[in-house]
């Protein structure tokens, strides 16, 4: 459909049937440019966490040889079929045979040479159809016994994917466990800018791991929200390597 928000500008768009019937069609140029920014959005919040940009290599994986599977499953089939030819044309070969050793036994003259040549033709069928057989069952031997091969390279882009997808998961499992120790709630784009992307400072001692998180720069309110974070991490009892975390703020107003 073409669709006019202002005069001599014409832009295609298309409406699904939902959005045809609670919109005009002069409104699905705005509906689409705030879908195109928040999808634009998510994917720089992936990038910042997802850490998109981190270049692994390619990674090949052993498997096995599916090109030298697919060859003997062919030859497996040709060789079926081979053997079925061999076992009908042997069957085939006994009626001019016995039908020569009739015309010999009686004497025939014509009807022998006859029946000597339509043999002839049914041996040589007989003899291509082993001949065949033989040259399948060598090639058979020549593939050898199931192989192993480099898979394909797996791929930069599905190890970051993956990578991101595991880490969208860990963190809303994270953000699940402490909002049950938080008297608010928060959500993850907000805990991912008031804590994992502030700077802070580490000392582990021998029986502590103890974080500061740098609060300068901070509003009031994410002050306050801050500190109710770090509450319930505390109150979470999380531990690295066997240790006790404690996390406290540094830089606090008066």
């Known amino acids: 459909m073409l669709v006019a928000p202002t005069p001599g500008k014409p832009l295609v768009y298309w409406g699904s049937p939902p959005v045809k019937e609670a919109l005009e069609p002069r409104q699905w140029p ?6 195109n920014e928040m999808q634009a959005l998510s994917f720089k919040r992936m990038h910042d966490h997802g850490a998109l940009k981190t270049n692994y290599g390619r990674k090949t994986i ?3 040889d599916r090109h030298q599977q697919r060859k003997r499953e062919q030859l497996a089939q040709s060789l079926e079929a081979a053997h079925q030819r061999v076992d009908k044309q ?3 070969l006994k009626a001019p045979q016995d039908k020569v050793a009739e015309s010999v036994s009686t004497g025939h003259g014509t009807r022998l040479d006859q029946r000597q040549r339509a043999l002839v033709v049914v041996e040589k069928a007989c003899k291509d159809a082993q001949h065949n057989q033989a040259n399948l069952i060598e090639h058979a031997c020549a593939i050898g016994p199931p192989q192993e091969r480099a898979d394909r390279a797996f791929r930069t882009q599905t190890i970051m994917t993956i990578r991101t997808l595991l880490l969208e998961n860990a963190l ?9 120790h938080l008297p608010s709630k928060v959500s993850l784009d907000c805990l991912l800018r008031i804590l994992f992307e502030r700077s802070g400072t580490r000392m582990e001692t021998v029986s502590q791991v103890v974080y500061w998180v740098n609060t300068a720069g901070l509003s009031l309110p994410y002050r306050r929200l801050l500190a109710e974070v770090v509450e319930g991490l505390c109150a979470m009892e999380l531990r690295d390597q066997g240790k006790p975390m404690r996390v406290s703020l540094t830089d606090m107003p008066p």
């Open 90 to 92: 042997t069957a085939a």
């Open 62 to 64: 052993l498997g096995p």
């Open 30 to 35: 705005g509906v689409y440019r705030e879908r």
């Open 172 to 180: 809303m499992a994270f953000v699940v466990a402490l909002c049950e």
